[in-house]
C-alpha cells in the first residue's frame, strides 16, 4: 500500500492544514512520522512546524509537536477585548466613589 503523501506531494499550506488536524486528534505528533505521511523531509517538517509555533498554533517540543492550550499565549490586543464592559461599570463606580469622597472630605473642610 502506497502512502498518500507519495502519491501526491503536499503543498505547505496543505501540510500545515494537516499538522494542525493531527494535534486534533491527538496531543502530540512527530516529525519522523509526519515526514513519512507527508513524503518530504524531516527538515520540511522541521520548518513548517516553526512556521506554526511564529503563528501561536503549536508548540514544538522535542522530536515534535504538541498543540497550543488555549489563552497561553494571548496578546494585549486580545486581553483589551474581553470582559470590556465588566471593565467600564467597575470604571463608572470607582469614579462615583471617588466624586462621593471628594465632596465628603469638601464637607469637613
Do not use: C, N, W, Y
Not at 9 to 22: A, C, Y
Not at 39 to 44: A, L, Y
Not at 97 to 107: E, K, P, Q
Amino acid at each position: 500500500m502506497e502512502q498518500a503523501g507519495a502519491q501526491h506531494r503536499l503543498k505547505k499550506h496543505e501540510r500545515h492544514e494537516q499538522i494542525l488536524l493531527q494535534l486534533k486528534l491527538r496531543p502530540h505528533v512527530r516529525v519522523a512520522e509526519l515526514a513519512t505521511r507527508f513524503g518530504v523531509t524531516t527538515e520540511t517538517v522541521r520548518r513548517d512546524m516553526g512556521d506554526l509555533e511564529r503563528r501561536g498554533l503549536l508548540e514544538r517540543a522535542h522530536g515534535g509537536a504538541s498543540a497550543t492550550h488555549p489563552g497561553a499565549h494571548r496578546d494585549l490586543d486580545e486581553r483589551r477585548q474581553e470582559r470590556v464592559v465588566e471593565r467600564e461599570r467597575l470604571a463608572g463606580l470607582d469614579r462615583h466613589h471617588r466624586v462621593a469622597g471628594a465632596r465628603r472630605r469638601d464637607d469637613h473642610d
